[in-house]
């Protein structure tokens, strides 16, 4: 279930436990062409958002391949995802940090530049330009944890914890300025006329995909307590 631009691939890289007595040592990772027979796309969802992005649940009946299909070593599937998904958390907090920047210039260009009330720029009351300065400063402390997390994983260093503290906090970000921007702009924030409204529904994946939230906090603190159990 779930596979990401399933629609458009030829090639899956599926996760399969080839020998189930070793648990998750028995995880192996295959290549699978689309092509291969008994390989089939079962279902395209209607999503929430990200819906330029296709995600499918797909079926696998009776699937055979070469055993040339087999992707690295045998039993060594568990620690490629692992290693992917740690990796992936930084793309994902990039992913929301960006949407988040975008959702607030969409809104301060709006509030700053066109929308008028009481003879001034909604954007010049003290009551928005606080909430605007706020939202900002967020959006650049996500930034900055994003840069973090990859300039320790460039240099070679452990950043599991420096990613997932990134996506964490990057998917909280996107969906607080994505929604308070729609407020910014009033009704011209909730209607498909903009991208306003596009944004707070594609923020809402941030919290979800690639571990959700509650599994970032997990992964956090775990690697928290090793570092301060005496
Ligand atoms: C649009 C989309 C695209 C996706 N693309 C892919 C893809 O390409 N490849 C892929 O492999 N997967 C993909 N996924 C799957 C995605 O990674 C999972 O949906 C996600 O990890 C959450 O798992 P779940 O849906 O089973 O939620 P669940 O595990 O059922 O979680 C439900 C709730 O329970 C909480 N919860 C669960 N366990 C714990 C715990 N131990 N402690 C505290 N809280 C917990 C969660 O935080 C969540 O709030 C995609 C999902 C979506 C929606």
């Known amino acids: 279930m779930w596979i990401t631009n399933s629609v458009e691939a030829d090639f899956f890289i ?111 009351f003290q009551g928005m330009q606080h909430q605007l300065a706020q939202a900002y400063t967020e959006i650049c402390a996500a930034r900055a944890l994003v840069y973090n997390a990859s300039r320790k994983k460039e240099a070679g260093l452990d950043f599991v914890r420096d990613a997932a503290m990134a996506k964490l906090y990057a998917s909280q970000v996107a969906g607080r300025v994505s929604g308070q921007a729609i407020e910014w702009m009033g009704g011209m924030g909730f209607v498909r006329e903009g991208i306003a409204e596009k944004m707070f529904r594609d923020s809402k994946i941030g919290a979800i995909y690639e571990g959700t939230s509650n599994i970032q906090l997990t992964t956090i603190a775990k690697l928290l307590q090793k570092d301060y159990t005496r």
Request: proline letters at 2%.
């Open 14 to 124: 599926v996760f399969a436990n080839s020998d189930p007595s070793k648990g998750y040592k028995g995880i192996t990772a295959f290549v699978v062409e689309k092509s291969a027979k008994g390989f089939s796309i079962a279902k395209k969802e209607k999503k929430l958002g990200i819906r330029a992005s296709s995600t499918c649940v797909i079926n696998f009946d009776d699937v055979e391949i070469p055993k040339d299909q087999l992707l690295g070593e045998e039993g060594q599937g568990y620690k490629y995802a692992i290693g992917l998904l740690n990796e992936g958390r930084i793309g994902i907090a990039a992913q929301m940090t960006g949407l988040a920047l975008g959702a607030w210039e969409n809104a301060a260009g709006y509030v700053w530049n066109d929308r008028k009330q009481f003879n001034q720029y909604v954007g010049e």
